[in-house]
């Protein structure tokens, strides 16, 4: 890495950690704003709870109506955007360098005294129904949420948007609630990168954020996953197909090792999942495998689509693969990975908004940030034998499988048992 990387850091008495790395050779700054308030908090009765509140909390707080909210936010030029994740809210928004505290000092007051317009209720559930709407037209989609959610249970397999019946029912006092309850100072992560001076925003985000007041967290209960696999049938000339089998979490010492083997299933054009079941056998229009982690819980997941005629054998040729993964990498596909992930590492130097997030969730999953020259040393220190011993030890099994289409399909012996 070509760039000097530095990682600040301060606790707030009230809990609030400020983590930053500066990036002066830029003229931009990006922050990100993860508050504890996730899906995984939504009552059973009242799915989609948390992300109905983030909506409604953009529509003005303190002094600002929503329109005055949008125009105040449009003046600073910020482009910004939120999501509701299993086990947070987030906020985030890049913009020029001069114009980070006037925008920290919006989304401050948001935080802390939004308006959640009951006239704009309506409005707010209406985006919410077309989030869920959206989510059941894309059918890939609903076999990878489908797969999640068995792989992890409830409530960490939970789709944020939740589900029509719910919404129906979300009053405002149910996001007042929501809001006084779960949007905390403790476990909150306010993350920056880019341009800016350390002391003036420590003191900045001190005199914004330090007197919110610290609030007991929320357990919830945890239904263990069922872990079985399952047929969404659904009248289509396409078959979409979703495995997963278990992985180690972004935590573990070993997850450099368990995210190169990943890699070489699924980076890039000579990846062996493009080119064992696309390329060579003509199987499917795409196939992918991506690593998903929760705090302690993590898992592969591989996804393709294809037609109702080719997807018994797309599902058996996609298993195969994963299977001889166990039999070890290459120095060819090592160098292939390594080279990829470098050139990404390369584009998040100039991208003060994707250092924001990254900084964010490292904080959020392991109490620090690493840098990206440590994890450039942790990819070009891969080595052939290390992989291969990884793959040794944890190779890929117990798949779980989700499929939707015309046809169910059969699973072979190492598949956990389907409904």
């Not at 559930?125 to 890939?140: S, Y």
Request: charged letters at 25%; hydrophobic letters at 35%.
């Amino acid at each position: 890495m070509t760039h000097k990387q530095i990682i600040l850091s301060h606790q707030f008495a009230n809990g609030l950690t400020l983590v930053a790395q500066p990036m002066p050779w830029l003229e931009s700054a990006a922050f990100s704003i993860s508050v504890p308030a996730g899906c995984r908090y939504d009552p059973t009765d009242k799915k989609g709870l948390a992300n109905f509140t983030c909506e409604m909390a953009l529509r003005g707080c303190g002094d600002l109506t929503n329109r005055q909210f949008v125009e105040a936010l449009e003046f600073n030029g910020v482009d910004h955007s939120s999501n509701v994740s299993v086990y947070n809210t987030n906020f985030g928004g890049s913009m020029l360098a001069s114009r980070l505290h006037d925008t920290l000092g919006i989304f401050a007051t948001m935080l802390q005294r939004p308006l959640f317009p009951e006239d704009q209720l309506e409005d707010g559930r209406q985006v919410c129904f077309m989030e869920v709407a959206a989510l059941e037209d894309e059918l890939a989609q609903r076999a990878i949420l489908e797969l999640r959610s068995r792989f992890y249970g409830d409530p960490d397999g939970r789709t944020s948007e939740g589900d029509f019946e719910s919404l129906k029912s979300i009053t405002i006092e149910d996001i007042k609630a929501f809001h006084q309850q779960h949007y905390r100072p403790d476990e909150t992560i306010v993350s920056v990168a880019g341009k800016f001076d350390w002391d003036a925003l420590k003191d900045h985000v001190g005199s914004l954020l330090g007197d919110w007041s610290s609030k007991p967290s929320v357990a919830v209960d945890v239904i263990e996953p069922s872990r079985q696999s399952h047929h969404i049938s659904f009248p289509s000339e396409q078959t979409h197909i979703a495995v997963a089998y278990p992985a180690l979490p972004y935590c573990s010492d070993d997850y450099f090792l368990n995210r190169g083997s990943v890699g070489v299933l699924s980076d890039g054009l000579s990846s062996r999942l493009f080119t064992e079941v696309r390329e060579k056998r003509g199987l499917c229009y795409t196939v992918s495998a991506s690593y998903h982690s929760l705090r302690d819980r993590a898992c592969v997941v591989c996804y393709s689509g294809t037609t109702t005629q080719r997807a018994q054998e797309t599902l058996d040729v996609l298993i195969d693969q994963l299977k001889l993964l166990r039999d070890g990498i290459d120095e060819a596909e090592l160098r292939r990975l390594q080279i990829q992930v470098r050139s990404s590492l390369i584009m998040q130097q100039e991208s003060c908004r994707a250092r924001a997030n990254a900084i964010a969730g490292d904080w959020m999953h392991l109490g620090r940030v690493r840098t990206l020259n440590e994890i450039n040393e942790k990819i070009t220190g891969l080595t052939v034998a290390s992989v291969n011993q990884f793959l040794a030890d944890h190779p890929p099994r117990d798949f779980l499988v989700v499929t939707l289409g015309a046809e169910s399909l059969e699973f072979q012996r190492d598949i956990v048992s389907a409904t």
